[in-house]
């Protein structure tokens, strides 16, 4: 059994090798290293936790990286290919929602999460790509949620300044 000083040192330790994984992850996510390299690290910071007793958790804990890598990279699936709604300034849109299945995710090299919303405007199917972050995004789930599936949508500004509104008429 460890002294509480001993035992201090080695979770201060561990949470020093999880704050370089993390960054070594980010490093990766923003194109800064490779594949091998992040590996590498990621293997060297594991060893570096436990040493050779834990040789066998890591080869484990490789395989679960191997596949967070292949979604990392890649956004594999994301639907049909259908044209993208515009959504126009000054202009009111009417578009049907499908609910019927989970949005797909598509992730930017910035790391800004956007769903690719399927879609139905004047009678052709497209897709509608809304960062999560937007709150139009949060109130067409809530809608959907209460059985809403067509919307009218009014946008005003444009670039950063565009602003979504779902026109109601009471």
Same mark, same amino acid.
């Given at each position: 059994?460890? %002294?509480?000083?001993?035992?201090?040192?080695?979770?201060?330790?561990?949470?020093? +090798?999880?704050?370089?994984?993390?960054?070594?992850?980010?490093?990766?996510?923003?194109?800064?290293?490779?594949?091998?390299?992040?590996?590498?690290?990621?293997?060297?910071?594991?060893?570096?936790?436990?040493?050779?007793?834990?040789?066998?958790?890591?080869?484990?804990?490789? %395989?679960?990286?191997?596949?967070?890598?292949?979604?990392?990279?890649? %956004?594999?699936?994301?639907?049909?290919? +259908?044209?993208?709604?515009? +959504?126009?300034?000054?202009?009111?849109?009417?578009?049907?929602?499908?609910?019927?299945?989970?949005?797909?995710?598509?992730?930017?090299?910035?790391?800004?999460?956007?769903?690719?919303?399927?879609?139905?405007?004047?009678?052709?199917?497209?897709?509608?790509?809304?960062?999560?972050?937007?709150?139009?995004?949060?109130?067409?789930?809530?809608?959907?949620?209460?059985?809403?599936?067509?919307?009218?949508?009014?946008?005003?500004?444009?670039?950063?300044?565009?602003?979504?509104?779902?026109?109601?008429?009471?």
């Amino acid at each position: 059994m460890l %002294n509480h000083r001993a035992q201090s040192g080695r979770l201060a330790m561990e949470n020093n +090798l999880l704050d370089e994984r993390k960054e070594i992850i980010e490093m990766y996510r923003k194109g800064l290293i490779d594949e091998f390299t992040l590996k590498d690290k990621l293997f060297y910071n594991q060893t570096m936790k436990g040493g050779i007793d834990e040789m066998e958790t890591q080869t484990k804990t490789a %395989n679960w990286l191997d596949e967070e890598i292949k979604t990392l990279n890649t %956004n594999a699936n994301f639907g049909e290919k +259908l044209p993208a709604l515009k +959504l126009e300034e000054k202009k009111i849109t009417e578009f049907t929602v499908d609910f019927s299945q989970p949005f797909n995710k598509y992730v930017n090299t910035d790391g800004t999460i956007k769903k690719i919303i399927p879609v139905i405007h004047k009678g052709e199917r497209k897709n509608l790509w809304l960062n999560v972050k937007n709150p139009l995004y949060g109130q067409l789930c809530e809608a959907g949620k209460k059985g809403q599936t067509v919307f009218k949508v009014s946008t005003t500004g444009t670039l950063k300044d565009t602003r979504y509104t779902i026109v109601t008429e009471d």
